[in-house]
């Protein structure tokens, strides 16, 4: 029987037969005897017998719930980071057969996130390779866009290409630009350089950063919050995210919708909130907004690379925040930005 591999089991079912055949053996001498005080200590033990068989049973079960302790105060240990946590299986049985396969299960965890780490790594610094190695042809051609924008003012075919040329060369800039961000964080060095900052100065920059294009589609910016409010931050990273999340607002808005940017301090949470009274998002979408490259097939925003969103969300994390949204298709879309208050 598997069950007796065990050999404190089986110790434990050796002890209760010892004691039912030596209880079993007494009882037949004292009847031969044919004695009057006979029965009285058959009773006596036999109550004996059933005290030692309860003691051997307590025993065998106290030592397994503390091997089952140690077991999980392991699990436990490996779960709160300690990758060396294992548990102990010297003996034989159903039980540490278990065991031996949480420690198997353990090991290739590790293996598997060790290897996760080391492609992270890998692609995170051909991420900052790539990047760096476009910098340099991104300028030049800047200048020769810039070059062919002034000789061309007499010919407007030109112009309008080059002026063309001038925006995509602007988005591909910002995409090099947000890779390098995500990459630094990725890298874990970025450094939060926190000052006591005026929040609406900080929001009104952010106005004043997308005020000309707001007016050019026909959409306004509104700001409410307590000019007061003070809060520790780095105040350019913040105003980073902030910045993506109005430009996500933007994509989204049509002509005659209104960005509304608000903040407020409580006694444990810092809250700033980005809403737009625009398309929406659909609810596919939700859990996938925050994901690098995502693009929706629902939306209508066709210049969007999905990146601005993830670093949002990587600033906010640095902060220690957290950041939310709650959207209704054709209504509108709120994103919650909270970080504890010190």
Known sequence: ??????????????????????????????????????????????????????????????????????AAEQIVEYISGNKDARIECYDEGELYRLFHEVNSLVAILNAHIENEGKEKEFL????????????????????????????????????????????ELERIETLVQNLLKIAKFDAGTIVMMKTAENISEMMERIKNQFSFRAGQEGKEICLSGDESVDFICDRNWLMEAVGNIVKNALDHTEKGDVVRIGWKLSASVFQISVRDNGSGIHPEDLYYIFKRFYRSRYSKDTQGIGLGLPLAKA???????????DSELGEGTIFYINIAAR
């Not at 600033?315 to 949204?325: D, K, L, M, Q, Y």
């Open 1 to 70: 029987m598997k069950i007796l591999a065990n050999r404190k089991i089986k110790g434990l079912f050796d002890k209760i037969l010892l004691y039912t055949i030596g209880f079993s053996l007494f009882l037949i001498v004292l009847v031969r005897s044919g004695r009057g005080w006979a029965a009285f200590a058959a009773g006596l033990t036999g109550l004996c017998m059933g005290v030692l068989i309860i003691a051997a049973c307590y025993g065998y079960f106290k030592e397994q719930n503390a091997i089952m302790e140690q």
């Open 124 to 167: 995170r610094n051909t991420i900052l390779d790539i990047s760096h190695q476009l910098k340099t042809p991104l300028a030049a051609l800047n200048i020769y866009n810039g070059i062919i924008q002034g000789e061309a003012e007499n010919l407007p075919t030109v112009k309008e290409f080059a002026d063309f040329s001038e925006q």
């Open 315 to 325: 600033i906010i994390e640095a902060h220690g925040g957290s950041i939310a949204v």
